[in-house]
Structures are given as structure tokens and as C-alpha cells.
């Protein structure tokens, strides 16, 4: 049997825009659209993929960054003082020793940070505040310039926007149907889609996007216990 031993494939913002534009109807197969149409098309596939940021936790955006703190209070982003690209959600805090040993970190709401007493030392809690384009960390106890230990965020990362034309999606693969689809829907209404047509887009929008998170959540185990104390 002849196989193509080909595993990945690789399509370009035009192209898959132009697919938007063929999932609405307004061009025909072959035919190629206009440079409004493609500026238009462009804008509304940003908006897709900020949507797409609110989701959840995809393991492909999953980033890790570790550094030795010496105050408690740090901006993160790129251009920043944690030059990185910035937490949308932080998942996960640890801290590692000289000694190698790892200690979870408690993340905390701003609510419960805020009382925490004013104390140097090692760090054992994080907050974490998202801003526009960065975030704000905050340890407690705050370290001091004699720390050794070692602080990692796990963190989901922003998704990449489209800025030219031959581009290709920072994205898993098996997400090509749902940003084209969910371009698709946003566009439908500048072109005058019946509303029900927009109904069956949204629709395989919807399958779509539910057949790629399906691809990037973590397997893991949970466990029940009777709760002793009711009994």
C-alpha cells in the first residue's frame, strides 16, 4: 500500500480565508476575491481567534517560564521585565529549591493576596492579574535579593493573530475547519447571509470547534471518596 508519509499540511491565511468566503457562498470555486473582501475577511478571522483565547486551556498553548525572583512584584509580557509572551490564565505555580526540591505554589484570588501580612522570605503564593497585553505577578512572602529558589509559571499563552497574507496558522491542524467556519459566521451578516443559512454555519461552526478541543484537553484521573464526616 502507497502512502504519502505526509503528516502535516500547512495552508496560508489567504487561503483559508478565501475558504470562508466559499462557505458563505459569495465566491464561486476558482474564483479568487477581492482585495476588500480579503482585508474584511482578515479582520473578522483576528476576531475568531481572539474569541478562541477565551475557550480554555489547550495543551499546544501550554507555556512554562522559570526565573530566580529577587522582589515581589513583576510585569510579564514580551517587552517586559518577565520578557515572554504573557499569561492569559496561569494553570499552575511551583517553586524549586537549591536543593532541587519542588513545592507547589497557592494561587491566589486578588481578594485573598491583598490581606496576606506584609513578610520576606521564601516565596509560597502567587497572584496573578492579566492586563492588556501583560500581567502583573505578585509574590508573597516577597524575596529578596539573596533568594535562590526558583519560580515557574505554567500558564496558557496567547494565540498568534494573522498579519500578512501568506502566513500560516499557529494553531494544531485539526483547527482549519473551526477558524474557517467561525470566520464564516462572522462575516455572514456583511453579506447579507439569510438568517437561515447563518443558522446551518453556526451549526457546523459549532461541530467544528467542539471536534478541535476535543484533540486538546490532558488525559488524567480523578478519584472519588465518601466524605466520612456525613455518615
Known amino acids: 500500500m502507497a502512502t504519502s508519509s505526509v503528516f502535516s499540511i500547512q ?21 479568487t476575491p477581492d482585495a476588500e473582501a480579503i482585508t474584511n475577511a ?7 481567534i481572539a474569541e ?3 475557550i480554555g486551556m489547550p495543551l499546544w498553548q501550554r507555556m512554562e517560564h522559570t526565573w530566580t525572583p529577587t522582589t515581589g512584584t513583576y510585569n510579564i509580557g514580551t517587552g517586559y521585565t518577565l520578557s515572554v509572551p504573557y499569561p492569559v490564565k496561569l494553570l499552575q505555580a511551583y517553586r524549586t529549591d537549591s536543593n532541587s526540591s519542588k513545592v507547589p505554589m497557592i494561587i491566589d484570588a486578588a481578594e485573598d493576596f491583598n490581606v496576606l501580612p506584609i513578610s520576606t522570605g521564601t516565596p509560597l503564593r502567587v497572584n496573578y492579574t492579566p492586563k492588556l497585553n501583560y500581567g502583573v ?3 508573597w512572602p516577597q524575596p ?13 499563552g496567547p494565540f498568534e493573530y494573522f498579519t500578512g497574507a501568506s502566513q ?3 494553531f494544531p491542524e485539526e483547527w482549519y475547519n473551526a477558524l474557517v467556519y467561525k470566520t464564516a459566521v462572522l462575516l455572514a451578516p456583511e453579506w447579507g447571509v439569510p438568517l437561515q443559512d447563518r ?14 478541543l476535543a484533540t486538546g484537553q490532558e488525559d488524567g484521573s480523578f478519584f472519588f471518596s465518601p ?4 455518615f
Open 227 to 230: 466524605d466520612r464526616n456525613r
Open 137 to 139: 505577578i505578585k509574590l
Open 52 to 54: 478562541f483565547r477565551a
Open 11 to 31: 495552508y496560508t491565511r489567504d487561503e483559508l480565508l478565501t475558504a470562508s468566503l466559499r462557505k458563505l457562498g459569495v465566491i464561486a470555486q476558482g474564483q
Open 168 to 170: 500560516t496558522m499557529a
Open 199 to 212: 443558522g446551518r454555519l453556526e451549526k457546523d461552526a459549532d461541530i467544528a470547534l467542539s471536534n478541535a
Open 144 to 156: 529578596n535579593n539573596t533568594n535562590t529558589s526558583t519560580v515557574t509559571l505554567v500558564y496558557q
Open 42 to 48: 482578515a479582520m473578522a478571522m483576528n476576531m475568531a
